[in-house]
């Protein structure tokens, strides 16, 4: 079984900062990509960014320039640094990662129980 466990969210006044962090745990052998995704009311689930293992990185249109996503392959962690927070960046935050439990397993698809980020004055 893996756990991804975010934490750092909070309430920020527009053009603050949050980091927020994600840690995977349990049984791992190595994670693929891991992500944020964020969904706010009324609206789907949409990507925020990407890194895979190799750091190659995407971002979703709306955050490019403003926020950047980081990982820690030994510590399978990956970090999100969000700048010039806007109120539409209000959504709960949610972690994302494609982990094999074995060598050459199967990659099956984990997600954390989500962040509130709210951005507000």
């Known amino acids: 079984q893996v756990q991804l466990v975010e934490s750092g969210g909070g309430l920020v006044q527009p053009g603050g900062s949050l980091r927020l962090s994600c840690s995977a745990s349990?049984?791992?052998?190595?994670?693929?990509?891991m992500a944020w995704y964020r969904q706010a009311p009324g609206k789907q689930r949409e990507l925020v960014a990407a890194?895979?293992?190799?750091?190659?990185?995407n971002y979703g249109d709306s955050v490019k320039g403003r926020f950047t996503i980081s990982r820690d392959n030994a510590k399978n962690t990956v970090l999100l640094q969000m700048n010039s927070l806007k109120p539409e960046d209000t959504a709960v935050y949610y972690c994302?990662?494609?982990?094999?439990?074995?060598?050459?397993?199967?990659?099956?698809?984990?997600w954390g129980q989500g962040t509130q980020v709210t951005v507000s004055s």
């Open positions: 349990g049984t791992i052998f190595s994670i693929a990509t």
């Open positions: 994302n990662g494609g982990v094999r439990s074995r060598p050459a397993g199967a990659l099956y698809d984990y």
């Open positions: 890194i895979t293992s190799g750091g190659s990185i």
